[in-house]
């Protein structure tokens, strides 16, 4: 299994409309996550983290995580076409020497239709 | 602030050449790290740095060196260029590691490396 999987998509959604990204992830992943947005020929920008079981909101954005399934989602209301792009889920890697940096998902290409 | 920037934006190698892809930030960080991106993957963490003088391996670090030895710049170099590594590089910063605490990475815009 790969550390973090994402079903890549497209995922096509009307204006207006809860678009919902999901992502599973494996016991190497530590307990710290992050939803990237990356527009195409651009670099990651990141929307959401979350750490603790749960949700975590910022505007229309939501952040799921429940460790006993391992699975992370984010959740974007009344969704606008500017929110068209990839969405990369990430989640900290540990090495036997400490805290490395970010494994990421393939991401999930959203399409938000006018 | 200029946050992470990178250089060059594009490059073209030969196999066998070699290059330095140079990232700085002004953000006082002490963490800073490598990525590359291949065509619809995420992204693969090459080299980290926990702060200057001091670096590790991450998933992917064969064929490439770092060095740290400022806080500000976090150099990655490939020795001999080979096909494989035609990428999208990445170099990022934050303020604290995993674990530590509320951990955002900011990211470079890029140097994008066609090896031929």
């Not at chain 1, 949700?55 to 984010?74: I, P």
């Not at chain 1, 929110?83 to 990421?104: H, N, P, Q």
């Amino acid at each position: 299994q790969k550390e973090v999987e994402q079903n890549s998509g497209p995922l096509s959604v009307p204006e207006g409309a809860i678009a919902s990204l999901n992502c599973t992830y494996s016991d190497r992943v530590s307990q710290s996550f992050f939803w990237y947005r990356q527009y195409s020929g651009k670099s990651p920008e990141l929307i959401m983290s979350i750490y603790s079981n749960g949700d975590k909101e910022d505007g229309r954005f939501t952040a799921q995580l429940n460790k006993a399934s391992q699975y992370v989602s984010l959740l974007i209301r009344d969704s606008q076409p500017s929110d068209s792009a990839t969405y990369l889920c990430a989640g900290g890697i540990y090495s036997g020497g400490g805290a490395d940096g970010l494994t990421f998902g393939k991401g999930t290409h959203l399409i938000i239709q006018p | 602030n200029a946050g992470v920037t990178q250089t060059p934006k594009f490059r073209i190698l030969k196999i066998g050449q070699s290059m330095t892809l140079q990232c700085a930030q002004d953000m006082n960080h002490n963490y800073m790290y490598w990525y590359r991106q291949d065509p619809g993957m995420g992204l693969k963490l090459i080299y980290y740095s926990v702060g200057a003088g001091i670096t590790d391996k991450g998933e992917v670090p064969n064929g490439y060196n770092v060095s740290r030895s400022t806080t500000e710049d976090f150099p990655l170099r490939l020795e001999l260029a080979a096909p494989s590594q035609t990428s999208v590089y990445f170099c990022a910063s934050s303020y604290l590691g995993l674990g530590e605490g509320t951990n955002e990475q900011f990211f470079g815009p890029g140097t994008r490396l066609t090896v031929l």
